[in-house]
Structure formats: C-alpha cells, structure tokens
C-alpha cells in the first residue's frame, strides 16, 4: 500500500486541506466574535452553510456516479479555493453576508468533495487494505486538526486575519494541485455512467441500503458515536464549569485527540485478530460506557478518562463502519450513498447540537450523559438482536469476500 502513489496523494492532500480548514473554521470563529454579539446568530450563521451542504447532497451524489470522481475532486478544491475570496470580501466590508456566501461555497464544494473521495479510495488500493487505508486518512484527518487548531491561534496573535484566509487559500490551492496527480481506473466501475439523469439521487439508493442488512444496520449504528460528537464542545464547555477549570479543556481535547489516533492507528491490528462484527459492537458498547463515565465528571481523571475512552472508540469504530460501507455497497452506487450518508451525518449533528443544549439547561449535564449513556447501549443491544434475528455473520463474509 505504501509504494501507491495515490496514498500518498490523498494522504498529503487531505493534511494540507484539514489545515486550510481548521485555519478557516478559527478564522471564522474571531470574524463572529467581531461582528455577531449574538451566540444564536453565530448558529444560524454556521447552521446556513451546513444546510446548504444538505440541500445540495442529492446532486452531488449522483454527479460523482455519472462522472469521474477525480474530476469532481479537482473541480470541488477549486471552489474550495475560490469560496475564501468571498472572506476576504467580508473581511474588508465588514459584511456578515458575505460570510454567509463564503460558508454556503465552502460546505457546497465539500457536499462535493467528500463522496467522492470516499467513493475513490475503494478504486486505488485493494480490498483488504481498505480498512488500514481509512484509519490512517481519518489518523491524518485528526492530526490536521490537533495542529490546524493550534497553528491558527498562535497565527492570528502574530499576523492579521486577512493573512490567515490567505494561508488557507493556499492549503486549499495545494489540495486541487496534489488531486490533479491522482490516476485511478474508474473503468472498473462501468455502470457509473448509466446512471439515469432523471433519478432523484437518492431514491436509488434506499432499495439497496434496504436490501443489504449489513449496511444497513452499520448506517444507523454510526449515530450512536454521534450523540457523544454532535455535543462535544458543549459537554467540554460543562465539564470545564463543573470542575472550575479551564485548563481541563485542553487537556480533554488532547485526550481524545491523542486516544483516536491511537484506535485509528491499531485497527489494522486489532482487525486482523477480531472480526468487523467484534470491533463494530464491542466499540460501539464502549462508546455507551465513556458516556456513561461521565455522571463522575466532576472528577477530572475520570472526565479524562472517558474521552480517552471514547477517542480510541470511535477510532476503531468509524474505519470499520466505512470499510463496510465501501466493501458491501456496489461500486456504481458509491457517489450517491457517501453522499447521502454525508447529508445524514450533517442533520443528525445540528439535532443533536440542539437536543443537547436543551437536556444541559433541562435536567444538567450528569443526568444528560446517564439518558445518552443508556440509550447508547440499549440501541448497540438491539442491534446484536438484529443480527442474530436476521443471521448476519458479516465476519464470515468479509472473509469469503477478501479470499475471493
């Protein structure tokens, strides 16, 4: 895997873009803490570029089936690219709505850009390296971030913000410069381009996803990691006022940031000893009990201790979830599913950002993470039902898979 040149590309490129990112996303936070006094127009501002995201999934997802996915990859950069214009605009008018159209741009190049990625990978390495290959991008993924975060707030202490979109400009100019070199065979895929232009992108899809237990199953069993995600800075912000601690907040982020790439790094190993069933419930228990730790966090080790939990978790727990999705879900439907999948991921992330407001001013945060805990392993519980109602070995057949 390593001598591929396409690992390379796709590696470098996505830590190059997950810096531009995360330059941006800081940018982004200093540019609302000028203008908008409102916490709530902060949401609604950064709810909108999301939304368009959504809005703009079903054709993304068919466009990446009826076309090259390096194609749309390059064009998606570029607009990336082309949408931190639209800042620098903002940043000399002063003007809020021009932020907007930069967010809008941004997420829409993304609603782009991340199927078909997802799409692509299966293309250029092979089937039993799939589940290696997502740990490590997801590994580079959250380094990016670690790093991007810390580069971004000791930048805008030493130069303007106008200078920070532009290093992001650049990383993103990088990103479209580095996917231009990609070379993959996409004739292995030939029914791609029949797709009917006429189908509603994702109707489709849903036969298929109904069709094959084990994605379907694999697809809802990803929110259960997202009832801890969706309000993880909220919880860190009420973890640090329960223990009077601003320092506890770096520590947790770096706790789980280091505890993920850890599970992200170990899951070539861990899979070669336990099979994708195993890692799939065994993580996803576990995600209920870091949960569940958190009735204690008024205790900073134990606080600590439950996002090291949880980052290893959901380390482990995601590059098997996707490897499913790219080895039991036909090629020529990649776009759309990822795509689709990418729309999910962003709606259930704003409900339960919301939902998790509300419980914390509700009933406080012990309680919250006891009803998130419970249900969390209630739902992995069922699901274990549900394969052993309908028979699903999915170990067997991944192994019948890869021997073949």
């Known amino acids: 895997m390593w001598k591929n040149r396409n690992v390379w590309i796709i590696l470098t490129g996505e830590f190059v873009a997950g810096l531009g990112l995360w330059l941006g996303i800081i940018g982004n936070l200093e540019f609302m ?70 967010l809008v741009f941004l997420q829409g190049s993304a609603a782009f850009y991340f199927p078909a990625l997802q799409a692509a990978i299966p293309l250029i390495v092979k089937e039993r390296e799939l589940l290696a290959l997502n740990g490590i991008h997801m590994n580079v993924s959250t380094l990016s971030r670690v790093i991007g975060t810390a580069i971004a707030g000791i930048l805008l202490t030493l130069i303007s913000l106008r200078d920070v979109y532009a290093l992001s400009l650049v990383a993103y100019l990088l990103l479209a410069v580095a996917t231009w070199f990609l070379k993959i065979d996409e004739t292995a895929v030939p029914s791609a381009k029949k797709v009917d232009k006429s189908t509603g992108g994702f109707k489709d899809v849903f036969p298929i996803i109904k069709s094959i237990p084990v994605i379907f199953m694999t697809l809802v069993m990803t929110l259960i990691p997202l009832l801890f995600i969706g309000g ?18 770096g ?29 799939l419930f065994t993580f996803s228990f576990l995600i209920g009990v870091a949960q569940l730790m958190l009735y204690f966090a008024d205790i900073p080790a134990v606080s600590i201790a439950a996002f090291v939990l949880f980052g290893f978790s959901v380390g482990c727990f995601f590059p098997t979830a996707v490897t499913i999705f790219q080895t ?6 990649h776009g759309r599913f990822f795509s689709f999948r990418n729309m999910l991921d962003r709606i259930v992330f704003q409900v339960v950002l ?51």
């Open 328 to 333: 039991r879900m036909p090629k020529d439907y």
């Open 33 to 102: 803490q000028e203008k908008v006094p409102s916490d709530f127009v902060k949401a609604l501002i950064l709810a909108g570029g999301l939304l368009a995201g959504v809005a703009i999934g079903p054709l993304a997802g068919r466009l990446t089936d009826q076309g090259s996915k390096k194609k749309i990859m390059l064009i998606s950069s570029v607009v990336r690219a082309l949408s931190v214009l639209f800042m620098f605009v903002a940043i000399e008018t002063g003007s809020v709505l021009w932020m907007v159209v930069f």
């Open 251 to 279: 520590w947790i982020y770096t706790a789980e940031g280091i505890a993920f790439m850890a599970g992200a790094f170990l899951i070539k190993r861990i899979g070669e000893k336990f099979s994708v069933f195993s890692i």
């Open 232 to 249: 993880f800075n909220l919880l860190v912000i009420n973890i640090s006022e329960l223990q009077d601690s601003t320092a506890i907040k």
């Open 354 to 404: 919301l939902v998790t407001g509300f419980f914390l001013d509700l009933i406080g945060l012990q309680l919250m993470v006891v009803l998130f805990g419970i249900s969390s392993i209630l739902m992995t519980g069922a699901f274990l039902v549900y394969t052993r109602k309908h028979e699903l070995h999915i170990e067997k057949e991944e192994a019948e898979r890869l021997s073949s």
